[in-house]
Every structure is written in C-alpha cells, then in structure tokens.
T-cell receptor
Framework: DTEVTQTPKHLVMGMTNKKSLKCEQH?????MYWYKQKAKKPPELMFV???????INESVPSRFSPECPNSSLLNLHLHALQPEDSALYLC??????????????FGPGTRLTVL | KNEVEQSPQNLTAQEGEFITINCSYS?????LHWLQQHPGGGIVSLFM???GKKKHGRLIATINIQEKHSSLHITASHPRDSAVYTC?????????????FGQGTRLTINP
C-alpha cells in the first residue's frame, strides 16, 4: 500500500455542524501533515504530527482540532466553521519528519464547503 | 519577496511543444520538490532533487544549487500535461518539517 487516502472526498456542512476529516497511510510513515488549499493558491500548512505528537501548529483557529490516534491515522475535527474555511484539505505523509531527504506523499484531498 | 519564485505564472502551448518552467529560491535548501496538481485534484510529487538532474518519462528536472535555480522540462507535451506545477523547497535542520511553496505555474496544452 503506497498511498495516502482521505475520506470523505467531498463534505458540505453548516456553520453549527461538527464533522471530521480522516487521513490514513500504511507506509509506516512517522510524519503526517494537514494543509488547507484555497482555489488557485499553493497549500498552506496547518499542522504537523511527528511520531504521533503535534510538532507544528501554524496558529490555526481552534475550530480546527487535529488528532493522531496512531501512526497510520490522522483526523481533523471541525466545529463551528465559517464559510471562508471552505477549501481543499490535503493530508500528506513522510517517512521521517526531521530528515530532508525523503519524499512527501499527498492524499487526494477533501473538498469542504461551509454554508 | 517570496522565498520561492516561479516563472511563468501561466503558460499556454500547443501539443508537442517543449515546455520549461523555472523556479528560483533565495534560501538555503536541502531538497527541492516539483509537484503536479490537475484541476480539482490532489497533489502528485513528480521529483525530489538535491543536486543534478532527474528524468521520468517525458519529464526532466534539473537543479543548480550554486545559482539557487531549478527547471522542470516537459518534452513532447500533451493535453493531459495541463495542470498546475509547483516548486517547493525544504530547508535544512528544524525547517525540514516544512515545505515552502512557490505560487505555481498553470500550464495549458492545447491539442
């Protein structure tokens, strides 16, 4: 298994809903990432988990709550989002967090629309 | 000024043309990535370079560390190559956790 999977592919939610995005990889990677990508812009880093511990939080609002329950799984819990949070949410993983010389693998993304 | 600059921002060409996309960066790096993203799609990593040149099919990526410059070439371009191509760099040491992205080059290949 050499891919990063994300579910759901699409999500539409209201501002009062609570939902979760899921990311999974079975490549034994020990670094996992959440990015947010708005249309026609490069991805913006949100969170990095290294060895299942949160190592980077790029000052993301608390309505986004990441969770890494084990080395294969990364969740992003969403609550009380705003319409401007609508975007493509990308997950990625790497074998090692702190080494420069390994590839980053991206998932297909979840397209989120907040009404 | 962005740490990673790409040119051109948009590129339209005819099928079969040779394509070059350029990336310049202003920081010390340990690796450079070329990424491809089709409209509405996720990101695919095409190359990771720390020196020299790599080739995969019709795609060639080069890097000149002294000049802080990399190029992505596509030979015999095809409409399915239409996508956004983004250069991203990884800094050494603690910075290695993050990729610094360029703004992307939107490539359209017309049949």
């Amino acid at each position: 298994d050499t891919e990063v999977t994300q579910t759901p592919k699409h999500l539409v939610m209201g501002m009062t809903n609570k939902k979760s995005l899921k990311c999974e990889q079975h490549m034994g990677h020990r670094a996992m990432y959440w990015y947010k990508q708005k249309a026609k812009k490069p991805p913006e880093l949100m969170f990095v988990y290294s060895y299942e511990k949160l190592s980077i939080n790029e000052s993301v609002p608390s309505r986004f709550s990441p969770e890494c329950p084990n080395s294969s799984l990364l969740n992003l819990h969403l609550h009380a989002l705003q319409p401007e949070d609508s975007a493509l949410y990308l997950c990625a993983s790497r074998p090692l967090a702190f080494s420069s010389y390994n590839e980053q693998f991206f998932g297909p993304g979840t397209r989120l629309t907040v009404l | 000024k962005n740490e990673v600059e790409q040119s051109p921002q948009n590129l339209t060409a005819q099928e079969g043309e040779f394509i070059t996309i350029n990336c310049s960066y202003s920081v010390g790096i340990s690796a450079l990535h070329w990424l491809q993203q089709h409209p509405g799609g996720g990101i695919v990593s095409l190359f990771m370079l720390s020196s020299g040149k790599k080739k995969h099919g019709r795609l060639i990526a080069t890097i000149n560390i002294q000049e802080k410059h990399s190029s992505l070439h596509i030979t015999a371009s095809h409409p399915r190559d239409s996508a956004v191509y983004t250069c991203a760099v990884r800094k050494p040491h603690q910075g290695a956790q993050k990729l610094v992205f360029g703004q992307g080059t939107r490539l359209t290949i017309n049949p």
